[in-house]
């Protein structure tokens, strides 16, 4: 079982790179469907991502149909939008031969109207105000919902504690 971000035409590096951080630190592999709008050599998307792009493994995909060509058998996808009607914490990401790859659209547009039409069910949602928002930040959404398939999944191999050299608790 693997959990995958998977980011539909990114435009803004910084979200890029706060997420790239976030796959670094929960062993979340991204996926990056072209066109991106920035360089990946962007020193914005570096800054947010600091010296963790080493520690995190990125998959470039020419277009969104080249993505869901490698989804195999025991994936399931997941399709992150404020349109759908099934809360996050509704779905159950714990089967151990199944990878959960977490879909967010472009962040001015979303995903294309007819792909989301067609890919209904498989569409969640963080239930927000949205009488006050139009979304959540892209890159905040991203760490929500893997955080919530990692909490279901037992957060495998992360530390839940860590003792540090200047640990301010001990």
């Known amino acids: 079982m693997a959990n995958h971000i998977v980011l539909f035409e990114p435009l803004m590096p910084a979200n890029t790179g706060n997420i790239a951080r976030t796959c670094a630190g929960t062993n979340t592999e991204l996926h990056?469907?072209?066109?991106?709008?920035?360089?990946?050599?962007?020193?914005?998307?570096?800054?947010?991502?600091?010296?963790?792009?080493?520690?995190?493994?990125?998959?470039?995909?020419?277009?969104?149909?080249?993505f869901l060509e490698i989804l195999g058998a025991d994936a399931k996808l997941h399709v992150v939008s404020k349109f759908a009607?099934?809360?996050y914490t509704e779905v159950d990401y714990t089967d151990p031969k199944t990878d959960h790859y977490f879909l967010f659209g472009k962040e001015t547009t979303g995903l294309p109207e007819n792909f989301m039409r067609q890919n209904e069910e498989k569409c969640i949602r963080i239930p927000q105000n949205d009488?006050?928002?139009?979304?959540?930040?892209?890159?905040?959404?991203?760490?929500?919902?893997?955080?919530?398939?990692?909490?279901?999944q037992g957060f495998p191999k992360l530390d839940k504690t860590h003792t540090y050299?200047?640990?301010k608790l001990k």
């Open 32 to 66: 990056l469907i072209e066109p991106l709008g920035f360089s990946t050599d962007d020193k914005y998307l570096k800054r947010a991502g600091l010296d963790y792009w080493d520690k995190v493994k990125i998959t470039y995909h020419a277009n969104l149909p080249a």
């Open 85 to 87: 009607n099934l809360a």
């Open 131 to 152: 009488e006050h928002i139009r979304a959540l930040n892209l890159s905040n959404t991203a760490a929500i919902v893997v955080y919530e398939a990692l909490r279901q």
């Open 165 to 167: 050299e200047n640990d």
